[in-house]
């Protein structure tokens, strides 16, 4: 006979667990109330948003015209075709430059990999500044392309960390048994290692694909040609220094109204690629993160 032996909960144990769930729902309603407010005011009437204060917990008169506007503002469609541009070219460097390197530091017939990870590690700690940084962008014919947006955080130290220990948790078997049957270097990354460890190069391609959408700074300092500046520029123009770019000298009312929402359209159209993406490789997140940081 099979006996199972359940153990009852306590009144303590219900009120603790009662206690974490309604800890979560705050946090939930906390966190997701702010994006939906965005949404609800994006899709609502212009002149109900402007002048019904309070929380909105659903569509305010339901319209898409002002979707229609932002859509039909050219500074939108080529702050977002470069921003999709620099994410392409600027992963591509990251990843790649990333995975050469977590390799190479990886290995164990590279005598100075100590010496070379400290020295890698040591620039998360101090870093050169921004005045140093621009100079060098400067001095290097940078200035004012795209590669000043890309080149300069080419690898994220913390990225080329937990690809590094990605590689070394690879079983020696495998590599060994390769090296036997006559594979390279390259052959042993590209044919073993990186197959082992897809879930977590999965997982730094979204780190970099996120990093390189969001950023703004980067552009705001090294870029001033306008057809360069990456949607998050232009974001940033709308809500801080109230630049709709559709508003003209003596804008109506109804204009005013309608520049508001505008804010609120824009806001959805930068964070819709992210949301549509990360769903389809969350499953990688957990076990390519734990990948990289179980075995140092």
Known sequence: MRFS????????????????????????????YPFLYVVFASF????????????MFWFKGFTVETYLDVLDTKDIWTGFRNSVMYVIVGVSINITLTILGGYALSRKQLKIR?????????????????????????????YNTIWAIVLPSAIN???LVIMRTGFAAVPADLEESAKIDG?????????????????????L??????????????????IRNRQLL???IILREILIEDNTGTMKDGANAAEVYRAETFKYCTIVISTLP???????????????????????
Do not use: C, H
Request: hydrophobic letters at 55%; proline letters at 4%; a positive charge.
């Open 205 to 222: 391609i979204m780190y970099y694909a996120v990093t390189r959408w969001n950023a703004w700074f980067s552009a705001y300092i090294y």
């Open 230 to 232: 990456p949607l998050q």
């Open 5 to 32: 032996i359940m153990k009852r909960k306590t009144t303590g144990d219900v009120l603790f667990e009662l206690f974490v769930s309604v800890l979560l729902a705050v946090i939930l309603v906390v966190t997701l």
């Open 157 to 159: 130290t913390m990225n």
């Open 274 to 296: 992210i949301l549509i993406v990360y769903p389809f490789i969350q499953k990688f997140f957990g076990k390519g993160v734990m990948v990289g940081a179980i075995k140092g």
């Open 183 to 203: 594979a390279s270097d390259f052959t042993t990354l590209t044919k073993i290692a990186l197959p082992v460890t897809a879930s977590t190069v999965t997982t």
């Open 114 to 142: 100590n010496v070379v990870m400290l020295g890698i590690v040591f620039t998360m700690i101090f870093k050169g500044g921004l005045i140093p940084n621009y100079i060098l962008v400067r001095q290097l014919n940078m």
């Open 44 to 55: 609502s009437d212009p002149y109900r948003v402007v002048t019904e204060a309070g929380p």
